[in-house]
């Protein structure tokens, strides 16, 4: 089954701004929304994005995201630390009648 | 608050069955669609399987298909996975998932602490 392509790995230094792009195709990212989850080592992953672009209550402004066409993208500006983390896209797609998730995305905070 | 609590996981030898559990709390279950997630040791999160709030749909994973069956039972607020044919690439941790629709999207709002599985002889 295929999934949606993030890249492997990102950086940056403390307070620059890092973008992590997810890219799919018609009958998922195309058509549906994208959401964003962040994962912690050793701990369930956590709902960071949802609908495309919506921050649940908690999550910093610093997280941001978009998505155009088939595909989307996260964004981190002023990156902290305690940002290191895994992310991940998901989108439900049409054609496979499931969720596909990208293959994630480590970040490292230098 | 929201509660998702699995169970039934361990160690099981290949070809052989486990069946999981998750018990929710804390909202109305049978007004949800639930999901399970998985992730392979040190690798990325792969999606298992969806049951409709109702019960009325299912869709799995093309890898798991005809090997697992998810179930609920809304009397219960309690979600299962029947893993049958259990291969060494099944071994993971298993998440039990709540999706923030009736079925068919990837809002996944609340996750259980996940159960690990491991198949091996």
């Known amino acids: 089954q295929s999934v949606l392509t993030q890249p492997p790995s990102a950086s940056g230094t403390p307070g620059q701004r890092v973008t992590i792009s997810c890219s799919g195709s018609s009958s998922n990212i195309g058509i549906n929304i994208v959401n964003w989850y962040q994962q912690f080592p050793g701990t369930a992953p956590k709902l960071l994005i949802y609908?495309?672009?919506q921050r649940p209550s908690g999550v910093p402004d610093r997280f941001s995201a978009s998505k155009s066409g088939t595909s989307a993208s996260l964004a981190i500006s002023g990156l902290q630390s305690e940002d290191e983390a895994d992310y991940y896209c998901?989108?439900?797609?049409?054609?496979?009648?499931?969720?596909?998730f990208g293959g994630g995305t480590k970040l490292t905070v230098l | 608050q929201v509660q998702l609590v699995e169970s039934g996981g361990g160690v099981v030898q290949p070809g052989r069955s486990l069946r999981l559990s998750c018990v929710a709390s804390?909202?109305?279950?049978?007004?949800?669609?639930m999901h399970w997630v998985r992730q392979a040791p040190g690798k990325g999160l792969e999606w298992v399987a969806v049951i409709w709030f109702d019960g009325s749909s299912k869709y799995y994973v093309d890898s798991v298909k005809g090997r697992f069956t998810m179930s609920r039972d809304n009397s219960k607020n309690t979600l299962y996975l029947q893993m049958d044919s259990l291969r060494p690439e099944d071994t993971a941790v298993y998440y039990c998932?709540?999706?923030?629709?009736?079925?068919?999207?990837?809002?996944?709002?609340?996750w259980g602490q996940g159960t690990p599985v491991t198949v091996s002889s």
């Open positions: 804390g909202f109305s279950f049978s007004s949800y669609g």
């Open positions: 998932v709540r999706g923030q629709c009736g079925g068919d999207c990837s809002h996944f709002d609340y």
């Open positions: 998901a989108a439900w797609d049409d054609s496979l009648n499931g969720v596909l």
């Open positions: 609908s495309n672009n």
